[in-house]
């Protein structure tokens, strides 16, 4: 799990996100771990692996967090790791998988799955929801 390298397609690891949460980089690095254990192969710049982007959204006072991961296909080989994920402490409220299978510059592509719990998360600023 990285950061694009500027200018490039290489991925540079992190093991930390600084511009991440505290809550959503433990969402991200669990589930890295999950899918590592499982050796399900990142996407790389020919898409010939399954996981692409992991999408991480908490609100500001991290008490809600919803996750998308976006893979290049909809693989079984994905549901062990993902029910582990998802039965442990680290799990977001909602989960979702988005299916993106183009060469192309956006980050996510137009089928996404549901997968459990919440479809956003609710920021409140002053007396705004």
Same mark, same amino acid.
């Given at each position: 799990m990285g950061h694009s390298q500027r200018g490039s397609s290489r991925v540079v690891a992190v093991?930390?996100?600084p511009v991440h949460s505290p809550h959503g980089n433990r969402i991200a690095f669990a589930l890295r771990d999950h899918l590592q254990r499982a050796r399900i192969s990142?996407? @790389?710049?020919?898409?010939? @692996?399954?996981?692409?982007?992991?999408?991480?959204r908490t609100t500001f006072h991290e008490r809600e967090a919803v996750a998308m991961l976006v893979v290049t296909r909809n693989d079984k080989r994905l549901r062990a790791p993902i029910r582990a994920?998802?039965?442990?402490?680290?799990r977001p409220e909602g989960f979702f998988v988005n299916i993106h299978a183009e060469d192309?510059?956006?980050?996510? @592509?137009?089928?996404?799955?549901?997968?459990? @719990?919440?479809?956003h998360v609710r920021e409140k600023t002053g007396d705004i929801s």
């Open positions: 093991e930390e996100c990142a996407a @790389g710049p020919e898409l010939e @692996g399954l996981v692409r982007h992991l999408i991480v994920f998802l039965a442990s402490a680290e192309s510059s956006y980050m996510v @592509g137009e089928r996404t799955l549901k997968i459990e @719990g919440a479809a």
